[in-house]
């Protein structure tokens, strides 16, 4: 079972784990893929039945296997394509993931070995995201959640999560980008933002923000 559909959950599933150790429930793939909890419900049991999951009814959802290889199959797609965009086509950061979402399914794979290789085989997308190996592997990063490091802590940035273009804009905009060096000086009271000094001075990050940004460990 490789529809389209199935491709999109299992890359949905695969995501949720990818940063933090807490399995997928229903609930949240039904509201990270924007679809009513009945309708992921009658799919999440046709990827069981084929091989796809594991899932027992209200408890959370596990990829097999199989389910893992088809989701890393489809995130080095997807992060290849935003890569081609990006360092190829003149598209900013924030503009990618729609196109590579409707273009990751069009693709043949010798096309997209083909960009790969033109590109240098890239190991991380615009965003800092792994872009698995052809062969499947995957090497992530020792990194910290920045909404989680201590206060002095200082490494550069590894990835930043592109759920929100728009908070993606306001990073670029405020020099924060993949590679550069950020500092923990300490939570502001009340508001709950984490102040940070960066190489063009000390700025204030909210806690939606903090929650995005990963430092190298």
Do not use: C
Not at 73 to 83: A, D, I, K, L
Not at 129 to 148: H, K
Request: glycine residues 8%; charged residues 25%.
């Amino acid at each position: 079972m490789q529809s389209t559909a199935a491709e999109d959950y299992v890359k949905a599933i695969y995501h949720h784990t990818e940063w933090q150790p807490d399995p997928i429930t229903p609930s949240q793939l039904a509201g990270r893929l924007g679809l009513a909890n009945s309708t992921v419900t009658e799919m999440v049991k046709k990827l069981a039945a084929a091989g796809l999951v594991h899932h027992r009814p209200y408890g959370a959802i596990a990829l097999t296997d199989a389910g893992r290889a088809l989701a890393v199959r489809q995130v080095r797609r997807h992060r290849v394509v935003e890569t081609w965009l990006v360092e190829r086509h003149g598209y900013d950061w924030d503009e990618v993931h729609d196109e590579a979402e409707v273009l990751e399914h069009a693709l043949s794979d010798r096309l997209l070995d083909s960009i790969a290789r033109s590109l240098g085989d890239p190991t991380r997308d615009p965003h800092g995201d792994v872009i698995p190996a052809a062969d499947g592997s995957v090497v992530r990063p020792d990194a910290v959640l920045l909404a989680d490091a201590p206060v002095g802590h200082a490494g550069a940035v590894v990835r930043i999560s592109d759920a929100d273009p728009a908070m993606l804009r306001f990073l670029a905009d405020s020099g924060v980008a993949l590679d550069a060096a950020l500092e923990v000086l300490g939570q502001k009271p009340y508001s709950g933002s984490i102040q940070v000094r960066t190489t063009a001075g000390t700025i204030d990050l909210g806690p939606e923000v903090a929650q995005a940004i990963w430092l190298a460990a």
